[in-house]
């Protein structure tokens, strides 16, 4: 199947912790059905000491499942859900079904 949701994509919090918070989608995990979105989902991790990084506390985005997050709107920038269409020249493109607005085109 096709991915709904791509590395790039401007996205919205469903559920959760983060509910009603918008990101940028850095890392797209399919065989997981998950995703690592920027500012969501952070947790706090303890890191060592070593020669590259300092040690300390430090916070980074964990991942968040697919169904938890949807794409924005480009019109508006709510969530919509995502359809296919092929358009005239052959190309299969994503359309938002909130507005049918292509979202990559």
Do not use: Y
């Amino acid at each position: 199947m096709a991915a709904k949701i791509k590395k790039g994509d401007k996205v919205v919090v469903l559920a959760g912790r983060d509910k009603g918070k918008g990101g940028e989608v850095l890392q797209v995990l399919p065989k997981d059905g998950r995703a690592v979105v920027r500012g969501v989902n952070l947790v706090k991790k303890h890191t060592k000491q070593s020669q590259q990084s300092e040690g300390g506390i430090i916070s980074k985005e964990a991942t968040i499942d697919l169904s938890n997050i949807a794409i924005a709107d480009p019109k508006d920038g709510k969530p919509t859900r995502v359809g296919f269409k092929v358009l005239d020249d052959g190309r299969k493109v994503r359309f938002a079904k909130r507005s049918g607005d292509l979202i990559d085109g």
